[in-house]
């Protein structure tokens, strides 16, 4: 079972090279394979031409071929790092771009509220990043097996029992670091969440959303030791490991000081001795330095190379990460709404754990009508739009389009038959046009639509008259010296910008208005209300207010209570009843007869 999720982040891996930079992956590979190739030859060389040195014959050849190999030698770091670094961008392009389509395929949202899952997808986008780093890993164990390879056989040849030794030695270093490189992958991952939250805080420290409130609380100390601890928590963890780490090191390091001593004394008093020539002392020397560092960087890449793969084990997951909701595979088309929309004894909850939010809804959205859900704060109005899109399922019960049930069809489809504006209405940093065209890509092209739209919603007037029109940026953010680059809308203006993107869907069958004038002044509110209503015509309305005078013109309201339709009717037959939403309608109204009263 674990085999599997490893072999496919290695298929993973190889598909991403093979697509990302097959051209500077395969030259990375030859400087590669040069790089091990290269020393040996120089120290065969070396001993080749001492030996010529001490005896007679022409040297000629060796000292071309060795200035030649030297200069080969010295080139090619530089070409292996331009390769690396070249191989590592295109990597980290494709991998990131591979990442954000897959997390983009996840048409729900359940996922995005998932802490676990959002910790993984951070360890992920370190595995895009470090995708380079661990082709580099591959290649580095290559190189050092090669250079390995041919040292081990040139001391084979000299001394057989120090070759055994200097491998022996290598096994303990390589299972120590081993050791501690899954030490260290596992202490950075477990970490991640920490680092979640301190990024949380410090978004809110230096964020404008949040600063009135902490100026004026005089919360600022208290978040900032909020994020302290978090960065406190994650530092104590990552040193306790590299404490480890350095007495694990400094074992290893007398280990190969002391093998590399004992071989420097043998090969001394062998040639004292008469057994070894001037040129075998030399590629000794030779072979038992490149052995010791190839054994380091073997060991090295090895225990990096299990880091990285535990980084892109983490992406290749995200990237097979089944879709939250299921999509059949020949879903069933969305027709244009002609009948409506029947929910049918939905229940649903945000997770096992939670309470159940809806327990039972029936309703009837009939085509063509306009339909307004009321009811008290956390009653479930705005989890039944979330419904109404598919951005989540209903736990039991079904939600009908004409019939078809939204779990058979594709949530893509689905979704180009709705607008919305939603209660949490979008601020995007960027111009106003875009800011409303955002609602329908397609009229970014046509200025006249997205004029239209900005009219409905009461906006027009204020972005013709910014210092740039529809093009000037509706954030400071992207302030770039010039004062009319960018400018800051209030709150209702903002809401009313959001109005207008979802009005630019004005060929939707269902528009979905959660709360579209909560922040409205009462002049704006009642225009908006009546530039909705002749837009309406025609559409399938689900209109979401607290300010019950703003649906009483609905042809069809429904109250919730405690997840359950406790209401419905029109608003003269519901006062007639005389039930909850009587009540709260002569509650609000009361408020403003005292006022007009007085
Ligand atoms: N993403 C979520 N995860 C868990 N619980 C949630 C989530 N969103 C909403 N809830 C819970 O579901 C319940 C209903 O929330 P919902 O936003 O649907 O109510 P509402 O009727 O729209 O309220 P309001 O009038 O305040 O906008 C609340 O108890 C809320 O805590």
Redesign the pocket.
Known sequence: MRDQPRSGAVRQFAGLVGAAAPGVAAAYVAVTVAEAVVPVLLAWLTKLLLDRLAGTGPITAYVVGLAALGVIAASLPRISLFLSNEASRRLSAVATERLFAATGRLVGLRRF?DPAYLDRLRVARRGCDNAGQLLDGVLGLGRGVLLLAGFIGSLLVLSPAMTVVLVCAAVPMLVAELYLARRRAAAQIGVEPNHRREYFYSQLLTGTQAAKEIRLFGTGGFLRTLMMRERSTADTAIRRMERREVGGHTGLAALTAVVAGAGLIWAALAARRGELSLGDVSIFLAAIASTQSGLAMVVATTANLHAQGMFFAAYAEILRTPPDLPVPPVPVPVPSLRQGIRLRDVWFR??ES?PW?LRGVDLLLPAGSTVALV??????????VKLLCRLYDPSQGTIGWDGVDLRDADPAQLRTRIGAVF?DFMTYDVSAADNIALGDLTARDDPGRVEAAAAGAGVHSVLRELPRGYQTMLTRAFFDGDDEAGTVLSGGQWQRVAVARGLLREGCDLMILD?PSSGLDPQAEHELHRSLRTARLGRTNLLIS?RLSAVRDADLIYV?RDGRVAETGDHSSLLALDGEYARLFRLQAAGYAQEVGS
């Open positions: 509220e945000y997770d939670h939010v009811g008290l704060n956390g009653s479930g109005k705005s989890t039944l209660q709360e607290h919730l």
